[in-house]
Nanobody, 124 residues
C-alpha cells in the first residue's frame, strides 16, 4: 500500500512563491504517475497538475499554467509542486495523488493513493 505525505504548505502573500513536497513510501515510486489536486470547502477536489512516470510529460490546469511547475525525483521518491505568483484563489488544501495506470489525468477518481493534504493560504 503506497503512502504519500505532503509538506510545505502555509501562509504566503499574494504574488509570492511556495513549494509543496510529497514523499512516497514505496521504493518503486518510479512506476507511479503522480498528481496534485486541491480542494476548498464545499467544492470538489480540483485537478492542478500531473506528471507521467515514464515520459515525464506534464499536464496542468488552465488556472495554474505558467505559474505552477510539477516535478519528481524518483531516486528520493519525491514529487514537487512549485507555485509562483500565487493568488488568493489558490488558497486550498493541496493533495498529492498517485496511480500506476491512468485513464484520465484530470479526474480525482482515477487515482488510487492520496496524501493527507497540506493547507496553502494566500493572503492578499
Amino acid at each position: 500500500q503506497l503512502q504519500l505525505t505532503e509538506s510545505g504548505g502555509g501562509l504566503v502573500q499574494a504574488g509570492g512563491s511556495s513549494r509543496l513536497s510529497c514523499v512516497a513510501s514505496d521504493p518503486v515510486f518510479n512506476t507511479y504517475h503522480t498528481a496534485w489536486f486541491r480542494q476548498t470547502p464545499g467544492k470538489e477536489r480540483e485537478f492542478v497538475a500531473a506528471i507521467a512516470w515514464s515520459s515525464g510529460v506534464t499536464y496542468y490546469a488552465d488556472s495554474v499554467k505558467g505559474r505552477f511547475t510539477i516535478s519528481r525525483d524518483d531516486a528520493k521518491r519525491m514529487s514537487y509542486l512549485e507555485m509562483n505568483n500565487l493568488k488568493s484563489e489558490d488558497t486550498a488544501v493541496y493533495y498529492c495523488a498517485a496511480v500506476q495506470v491512468i485513464r484520465n489525468w484530470r479526474t480525482a477518481g482515477n487515482y488510487n493513493y492520496w496524501g493527507q493534504g497540506t493547507r496553502v493560504t494566500v493572503s492578499s
